[in-house]
């Protein structure tokens, strides 16, 4: 059996999130895909952002708000949503009093995977 702690795990500040980054996990594997959990402070934003991986948010505890690209909706714990690879995002933790916290897994894309042949 292989456990991480919290207390075990660096903490990093990253596009205005507390992240934890959960994969790859030294000695353990190397999936095809990373992971983070990552938590936005009482009535802060992520730094308003894009990459070259697509990314899947799992929401977990708190309230807040998201915006992708120029679609934008409230976000509970349960909501599960997919951000294509480039396009510009930001997660706002609308609580005067909670964390907002998510997992995000990303990945990049195979060459030509979802685009137009």
């Not at 990093?12 to 959960?22: A, F, M, S, T, V």
């Not at 509970?76 to 995000?104: K, M, Q, R």
């Amino acid at each position: 059996m292989h456990v991480k702690t919290e207390a075990d795990d660096t903490l990093i500040r990253k596009n205005g999130c507390d992240i934890r980054e959960l994969y790859p996990w030294d000695g353990v594997v190397a999936p095809p895909w990373n992971s983070t959990l990552c938590s936005i402070r009482p009535t802060e934003s992520s730094t308003p952002h894009g990459h070259a991986t697509d990314e899947t948010f799992i929401f977990i505890s708190g309230q807040g708000h998201l915006r992708v690209g120029t679609e934008e909706r409230p976000i509970t714990p349960g909501d599960v949503v997919y951000i294509p690879h480039g396009t510009d995002h930001e997660v706002t933790n609308t609580s005067e009093a909670d964390p907002l916290t998510f997992v995000s897994i990303y990945w990049l894309q195979p060459t030509g995977h979802g685009e137009d042949a």
